[in-house]
């Protein structure tokens, strides 16, 4: 399966437990994988695609998968708002700190290098289902063929690709070098 990766925007947010336990159940990666590395670099998260053929030599950075990280405190529920002055003493709302995994920014800070890059995104779209938090769009081709994505929170949506003419593009705008009267020969 061949396909290429046009425009991708991401805001997606979702604990790092999450992420480290999908790749933990063995998922079904597109056939052109053969696995995904998952490495941490301090507050980075990246998951870098193993290619399956050979052919690809071992010098060519396959795509991959670079998502920030935070710590966020999760509540068991919603802390009370503007507390006012007749609450005499003040409960403490159970809470965690959790890791979160931020995939957030266009193609190429979220999805890196060309060698797998569809494919890459593929195992994006996944991991944009699991997603609770966020956005993910694109607009990708696969067999001669424009796809418009869109997940919100973990629900794909509907989505289309609109071709418009730029009329600023048939507007000449640009000072025409070659035919100037202000330049002398």
Known sequence: MSGTVYRLHSTLELPLEDVQDYFDADPDLPPEIESVDVTRRNNTLILKSVARDDDLSKYTPTAQLKASISENRVYEEEPPRNGGPWMEEEEEIP???????CFKGDRETVLQNSALQY????VLLEIAK??????????TETDDELIATRIVEGEPRPASVEVVENPAANEKTAVDWRDNKFISD
Request: charged share 25%; no cysteine.
């Open 95 to 101: 809470s965690e700190l959790v890791e979160f995994a």
């Open 119 to 122: 494919p890459m995104f593929l």
């Open 130 to 139: 699991r997603s609770e938090k966020g956005t993910l769009t694109a607009i």
